[in-house]
T-cell receptor, first 109, second 115 residues
Framework: AQRVTQPEKLLSVFKGAPVELKCNYS??????LFWYVQYSRQRLQLLLR??SRESIKGFTADLNKGETSFHLKKPFAQEEDSAMYYC???????????FGQGTELSVKP | DAGVTQSPTHLIKTRGQHVTLRCSPI?????VSWYQQVLGQGPQFIFQ???????GRGNFPDRFSARQFPNYSSELNVNALLLGDSALYLC??????????????FGPGTRLTVT
């Protein structure tokens, strides 16, 4: 079964601390993995995707097929990073996205 | 471009009623997808439409239906509403080229409350 698991509902860190939001997936094949972010009172937006291997707002994520993980990392958290983060998987059949339940990141001053 | 737009913003319905939610995609986007987001959960896929045809359907009962119009806007219909249908309904549009589906851009959602 296709599934995305985000084990932490809430992650609270202090400004300047490293952040790692965990994401594990279950999929037989070659999925596309994404991280979406939703800031307060804003719409869901794409943060990054594994195929582009880029860093957005200081965040990076590496696809580990052996561990079926796609953890989101940032070396130094900022207060403006506080938001809901969703890991998502897209199968190779089309555009359907399968989301995890989300992790709320709270960065304290 | 205002991005993906959805109407109405909020809606309150009674059990057993039906509801129609509307979505206008970004100009040039021909694919529209619908998601249901229950409080505290991630979005769950309901439908995908491309060129007015259903291209995918999630695990939802037949009470849920949708369609896409020639201008690529879309409607989501839910009949015989249940309390459990209370959720934020998200619409997303994307470009499609061949078999490739590009980034999905989400609308602000419609908050449906069933009493």
């Amino acid at each position: 079964a296709q599934r995305v698991t985000q084990p932490e509902k809430l992650l609270s860190v202090f400004k300047g601390a490293p952040v790692e939001l965990k994401c594990n997936y279950s999929y037989s094949g070659s999925p596309e993995l994404f991280w979406y972010v939703q800031y307060s009172r804003q719409r869901l937006q794409l943060l990054l995707r594994h195929i582009s291997r880029e860093s957005i707002k200081g965040f990076t994520a590496d696809l580990n097929k052996g561990e079926t993980s796609f953890h989101l990392k940032k070396p130094f958290a900022q207060e403006e990073d506080s938001a809901m983060y969703y890991c998502a998987l897209r199968d190779n059949q089309g555009g359907k996205l399968i989301f995890g339940q989300g992790t709320e990141l709270s960065v304290k001053p | 471009d205002a991005g993906v737009t959805q109407s109405p913003t909020h809606l309150i319905k009674t059990r057993g009623q039906h509801v129609t939610l509307r979505c206008s995609p970004i100009s040039g986007h021909k694919s529209v997808s619908w998601y249901q987001q229950v409080l505290g959960q991630g979005p769950q896929f309901i439908f995908q439409y491309y060129e007015k045809e259903e291209r995918g359907r999630g695990n939802f009962p037949d009470r849920f239906s949708a369609r896409q119009f020639p201008n690529y806007s879309s409607e989501l219909n839910v009949n015989a509403l249940l309390l459990g249908d209370s959720a934020l309904y998200l619409c997303a549009s994307s470009l499609v080229s061949g078999r490739a589906v590009y980034e999905q851009y989400f609308g602000p959602g419609t908050r449906l409350t069933v009493t």
